[in-house]
């Protein structure tokens, strides 16, 4: 239509690499940290379902100094569902949110006695149905303790994966379902393991340790800092600073002052008259 403004067209952003170059970035990835695994420790399904969901907002590391002496408290559900939150909150208040996490915690316990015989299931729908367990725990529980192939994201494995270019997507939900459509079922726990272990060693969110990645050369986020520090800077010799967007400065806002009309100037005095001065204050 006439007079309608344009509309401008966004670039779509790129597309995920292909499978086969996404198993072989994990292959090179899996060599570069051997054997990886949860670094949460635990004995029983229980306990790493309790592990994980203390790990929300913490470290593993806080967790496992956390965790030998409340294991040997309530090793399983009938003893953690039988005590208060104000008995567990002062034993967890080093992971964080310990409120909080107290009541999933006895939620979770007395779920597992009614729902399922004290017993943690081996199944998506059902561990997401219990108090305080989302998709990536119960994604960490199926794999690492019940043999069930799951395909855990946390922030590392969003952040690394995006960074690399195997996946290309805003939420952790997306993440998984691209990364299990690109790799075989009984690599997903391995996987998710490696890019953890690799976002928090090398792929740091800060101040990645590039240099010393196994997938450099096929990473995304290397090449285009490898463009930007490639490019002319900005006030060298010869070269001339690019203008932002916005050449114009930003008018002005008038204040008080400027919306006053300007004065007029004073006329001069004739010859033998004193200029008017300002009468006395109190003298209006």
Not at 93 to 105: D, E, H, I, N, P
Not at 128 to 154: S, Y
Not at 262 to 282: F, T, W
Request: proline letters at 11%; charged letters at 20%.
């Amino acid at each position: 239509m006439p007079g309608s403004p344009k509309r401008t067209r966004t670039a779509p952003p790129p597309a995920a690499k292909p499978a086969g170059q996404t198993q072989a970035i994990l292959q090179r990835l899996y060599g570069q940290h051997p054997n990886a695994t949860t670094e949460l420790d635990f004995t029983t399904p229980f306990e790493l379902l309790v592990a994980t969901i203390l790990s929300a907002q913490s470290s593993d590391a806080r967790v496992n100094q956390v965790t030998p002496a409340f294991f040997k408290r309530y090793p399983d559900p009938q003893r953690l569902a039988a005590a208060t939150t104000a008995e567990l909150e002062p034993q967890i208040v080093a992971t964080g949110f310990f409120r909080q996490k107290s009541k999933m915690l006895l939620g979770m316990a007395q779920a597992l006695l009614e729902h399922h015989g004290g017993q943690v299931p081996a199944e998506m729908d059902a561990l997401t149905a219990l108090p305080g367990v989302g998709r990536k725990t119960a994604n960490v529980v199926l794999g690492h303790a019940l043999g069930v192939p799951g395909f855990p994201v946390d922030r590392h494995v969003l952040r690394v994966a995006n960074r690399i270019g195997i996946a290309q997507a805003a939420t952790p939900e997306e993440v998984e379902t691209q990364l299990c459509a690109a790799l075989p079922r009984e690599q997903w726990t391995l996987a998710s393991s490696t890019l953890i272990l690799h976002g928090r060693r090398i792929c740091r969110p800060a101040q990645p340790m590039c240099p010393a990645c196994a997938v450099v050369d096929d990473c995304v986020f290397a090449a285009q800092m490898r463009t930007a520090a490639a490019a002319p800077t900005p006030g060298a010799a010869g070269v001339r600073a690019a203008r932002p967007p916005h050449t114009q400065p930003p008018a002005r806002k008038a204040t008080a002052a400027s919306k006053q009309p300007a004065r007029k100037a004073a006329r001069p005095a004739p010859a033998g008259r004193k200029p008017a001065g300002r009468k006395p204050a109190g003298r209006r």
